[in-house]
Every structure is written in C-alpha cells, then in structure tokens.
C-alpha cells in the first residue's frame, strides 16, 4: 500500500510559478511511475507529467504537450518526494492537481492523493 499527500497549490497570477510537492509513503518499489494528473471543472482527470521512481538507465519521464517547457517533474527519493515545478502558469492549467503512482508495467495508476488546488488568475 502506497500513501500519497500532495501540497504546494494555491492561486498564482498568469505567468506566475508554483511548485507542488507529493510525499510518498509506504512499500515504494522502484518500478514504479510517478505521475501528477489534473482535473479542471467541467472537465476529465487528464495526464500532466510522470517520472520513474528509479533512475539511471531505467530513467522514465514524461509530459503532455499542454505542459512541455514549462512543467518539469523531479523525484528526491531520499525525502520519498516527487515535485512538479509549475512556470508560466496560464488560466487553463487551473485545476485540482493529483499525484499519483503505477507500476511501469500497468497503464493504470493504482494510488493516488487527496489533490491540490491550483488556481491562476488572469
């Protein structure tokens, strides 16, 4: 069982920066994926940016387009904490933010935390 607590959002102006924070804890493997989805209001739950638990040559990470460039995800499994750093925030990245985690080998994300609201005003 894998326990996930996310913070670190808030309401930013456009063009602002935020960076969220998800600490895991629990029986963490290293083949698994860290992934951070969103959901905006109205809308579907919708992928953001994952990264592999491990890294060296097994290193996994990944972004939707919407986010490339201006989204980077790390991991300090050190402190079991995986971060989104958030740049240029637009209006349509608002949403609940979740961190999530799967193991490399299944397309679904088996643990997820409670969420984080982002809010950017324009």
């Known amino acids: 069982q894998v326990q996930l607590v996310e913070s670190g959002g808030g309401l930013v102006q456009a063009g602002g920066s935020l960076r969220l924070s998800c600490v895991a804890s629990?029986?963490?493997?290293?083949?698994?994926?860290m992934g951070w989805l969103r959901q905006a209001p109205g809308k579907e739950r919708e992928f953001v940016a994952a990264?592999?638990?491990?890294?060296?040559?097994?290193?996994?990470?990944q972004y939707s387009d919407s986010v490339k460039g201006r989204f980077t995800i790390s991991r300090d499994t050190a402190e079991n904490t995986v971060y989104l750093q958030m740049n240029s925030l637009k209006p349509e990245d608002t949403a609940v933010y979740y961190c999530?985690?799967?193991?490399?080998?299944?397309?679904?994300?088996?643990?997820w935390g409670q969420g984080t609201q982002v809010t950017v005003a324009s």
């Open positions: 629990g029986r963490i493997f290293s083949n698994y994926i």
């Open positions: 999530a985690a799967r193991l490399s080998a299944s397309f679904e994300y088996a643990y």
């Open positions: 990264i592999s638990w491990s890294g060296g040559s097994t290193r996994y990470e």
